[in-house]
Nanobody, 119 residues
Framework: QVQLVESGGGLVQAGGSMKLSCEAS????????PAWYRQAPGEERELVAI???????AYADSEKGRFNISRDRARNAIHLQMNSLKPEDTGVYYC?????????????WGKGTQVTVSS
């Protein structure tokens, strides 16, 4: 069964740092277009960072220079290093990947991890 399991959320003070991780289970062959999304209370889910084909990395404007997305192919995992955190970064963070298995491929979402930045 395919699962994306996030870890690393919690409570941090403004100006602090936090690292999120997301690992795909089920022995995938590879994964593509890994991304992190955030959903703030009462808001729609929005893209935070993504690694597109050709290692083309893109960030939302408000995260540029503060967040860093990376991938660990050996562990089928991605990470999001978040620095200089602000209260407006608060929300549930979800990872998303197109996971490739021997039997096929599909887009999968993690269940989310809560990040709370206190002022």
């Amino acid at each position: 069964q395919v699962q994306l399991v996030e870890s690393g959320g919690g409570l941090v003070q403004a100006g602090g740092s936090m690292k999120l991780s997301c690992e795909a289970s089920g022995r995938p062959v590879s994964f593509n277009n890994p991304a992190w999304y955030r959903q703030a209370p009462g808001e729609e889910r929005e893209l935070v960072a993504i690694i597109r084909s050709g290692n083309d990395i893109a960030y939302a404007d408000s995260e540029k220079g503060r967040f860093n997305i990376s991938r660990d192919r050996a562990r089928n995992a991605i990470h999001l290093q978040m620095n200089s955190l602000k209260p407006e970064d608060t929300g549930v963070y979800y990872c998303k990947m197109c996971v490739v298995y021997h039997t096929g491929a599909g887009d999968y979402w993690g269940k989310g991890t809560q990040v709370t930045v206190s002022s």
